[in-house]
Nanobody
Framework: QVQLVESGGGLVQPGGSLRLSCATS????????MGWYRQGPGKQRELVAD???????NYADSVKGRFTISRDNAKNTVYLQINSLKAEDTAVYFC??????????WGQGTQVTVSS
């Protein structure tokens, strides 16, 4: 059974930081490109950042310089370090594991709320 379990979300003040984690099981983690998506209130789900099996990273323009994605293949876990949080970063953040266009998995999401 494949599981992607996100953690690390919460309520944080503007300018604060969080580190999201996505622990996986049931997949050969090193063979999957991993990504973080988010869905804000009334918005469509959007790609925030992804990291390939080779470690290449890609970021949405809105988060460049503030978010960092990383992976630990020994722990089957992908991380998202979020700094300089803004109100518009408020969203449910989802972990995504992609082996191909037809084989991928989603986590259940973790809420990030940025508010003073």
């Amino acid at each position: 059974q494949v599981q992607l379990v996100e953690s690390g979300g919460g309520l944080v003040q503007p300018g604060g930081s969080l580190r999201l984690s996505c622990a996986t099981s049931g997949i050969i983690f090193k063979d999957y490109d991993m990504g973080w998506y988010r869905q804000g209130p009334g918005k469509q789900r959007e790609l925030v950042a992804d990291i390939t099996t080779a470690g290449s990273t890609n970021y949405a323009d809105s988060v460049k310089g503030r978010f960092t994605i990383s992976r630990d293949n020994a722990k089957n876990t992908v991380y998202l370090q979020i700094n300089s949080l803004k109100a518009e970063d408020t969203a449910v953040y989802f972990c995504h594991a992609r082996w191909s266009s037809w084989l991928f998995y989603w986590g259940q999401g973790t809420q990030v709320t940025v508010s003073s």
